[in-house]
DNA sequence: CAGTATCCTTTACGATACTG
DNA sequence: CAGTATCGTAAAGGATACTG
């Protein structure tokens, strides 16, 4: 049995595993943090390497994951300006566990998308045949 | 390198690790999978688990894991019918990539509150003395 | 370049009531 | 017991235009 509580209440009114959870659930955290895996990047480049987020959402999540101490943003006043960002001590920690899911995802996607397919298709044809 | 993309697509319209992170995505996911590493629980058993979250949700959530495949659904028609939920052997395997994030989380939830703490004092800081 | 500002849609989630 | 049905809210995200 694992030491944690997933129950939603700690001292501090927030179970500590689902405060850590939230920084990465969503569609995009993740995704950030292991964009700068390899060092630092300015805005643009994060946005490339995502490919299709918009600049008001990379904007949000950027400054989420900033204030929750898993990267820094520092900023060249140019001109042209520029921003970058860059893991933490913090964010390349939480990166280092995360990676294996990345990996165990490129593996097991497979398995997943026959999961669907056959689901999918049994509850087709119930549908079908009511 | 992590032998990984991150962009939008892949042959199938779908990057797998998108695809898989996806299932992990959102409150409740991750808490329902990890509620189930120590066997087959009932449902009035993972809700107990997890405390706060409605049947309508629970459901939902389960339906979509029981979809990818991560756990499987039996019904024993009692009565009183008797639902219970178990990890498959590809659920199992997540979860066991998947814990180390929560011992993370458990481990650096402090250093996380700290900085969530600083960055918003700072942004006081501004707000009153703009 | 790296954002804001607006507006809008979608999705997740919550509350409550009802049922085989 | 394990759901479904309905209704409502809030948060996340998308599209597009504008700016220091």
Redesign the interface.
Known sequence: ????T???EDD?GLC????????????WQ??IL??L??GALRFSAVKR????ITQRVLTENLRSL????YLTRSVDAGPPVAVSYELTD?GR??VE??????????E??G??????AR??AAADGRAEKP
């Open positions: 049995m694992l030491p944690i997933i129950t939603p501090s500590p595993v689902r405060a850590v959870l939230a920084s990465v659930s969503g569609k993740s995704l292991l964009s895996e390899d390497a995502i490919g299709d900033e204030r929750d101490g913090l920690s939480l566990v995360y990676k294996p899911l990345v990996l165990w995802a490129a097991h996607i398995t997943v998308k026959d999961a669907r689901y999918d």
